[in-house]
């Protein structure tokens, strides 16, 4: 069956990094595009990245742009988000979650929870 | 900035139905946009009902149906269960951004 783990979430100071990452199996990686998702506390779901499933394209929320890098190892399946230069407002869960073509979410990992905070 | 607007909340008895809608603040909802539909409770992930407007994924129970209404997206829970209740989120496509888009979430109370 389909199975997305996220890891590599933590308590982090503002300014820092982290590399999320998303390990993939149950399905051939390499033909789906893939999303990260986030949610802060009691709040609502917010996309955040999407990469193809070649790693050709790649897109941003506004809020991520020129802070976040998604990638991708087909030869891993995983999929992985860098955050940098993090901010309080990016504490949050954070999702990641696979596209079936198209633009059809349908499998959801259970989230790693990221936590910027002095 | 786009928006995407859902009802914050509503309530529905058990056997009941109910509609929840997803505008967006462009214009009219349309297929373009690939409406998909997610359910989540507390402390769970969220889980994926509706996408491409009308199409249930193979888990989805065949009381949840996706349509278009008017100038927004719809989701309609017919025979509505206690186990329904739960946060329900839309997502749109903008494809000339690209970008995708959730709607704030409808609190669904079910009594």
């Known amino acids: 069956q389909v199975q997305l783990v996220e890891s590599g979430g933590g308590v982090v100071q503002p300014g820092g990094s982290l590399r999320l990452s998303c390990a993939a199996s149950g399905f051939i990686f390499s033909h789906f595009p893939m999303h990260w998702v986030r949610q802060a506390p009691g709040k609502g779901l917010e996309w955040v990245a999407f990469i193809r499933s070649d790693g050709s394209d790649i897109y941003y929320t506004d809020s991520a742009k020129g802070r976040f890098t998604i990638s991708r190892d087909n030869s891993k399946n995983t999929v992985y988000l860098q955050l940098n230069s993090l901010r309080s407002e990016d504490t949050a869960v954070y999702y990641c979650a696979k596209e079936k073509p198209i633009s059809g979410f349908d499998y959801w990992g259970q989230g790693t929870l990221v936590t910027v905070s002095s | 900035q786009t928006v995407v607007t859902q009802e914050p909340s509503l309530t529905v008895s058990p056997g009941g139905t109910v509609t929840l809608t997803c505008a967006s603040s462009?214009?009219?909802?349309?297929?373009?946009?690939?409406p998909n539909w997610f359910l989540q409770k507390p402390g769970q992930a969220p889980r994926s009902l509706i996408y491409?407007?009308?199409n249930r994924h193979s888990w989805t129970p065949a009381r949840f149906s996706g349509s278009l209404l008017g100038d927004k997206a719809a989701l309609t829970l017919s025979g509505v269960q206690p186990e329904d209740e739960a946060e329900y989120y839309c997502l749109l496509y903008y494809g000339h951004v690209p970008n995708w888009v959730f709607g704030g979430g409808t609190k669904l109370t079910v009594l």
């Open positions: 462009t214009g009219p909802v349309t297929s373009g946009n690939y």
């Open positions: 491409s407007t009308t």
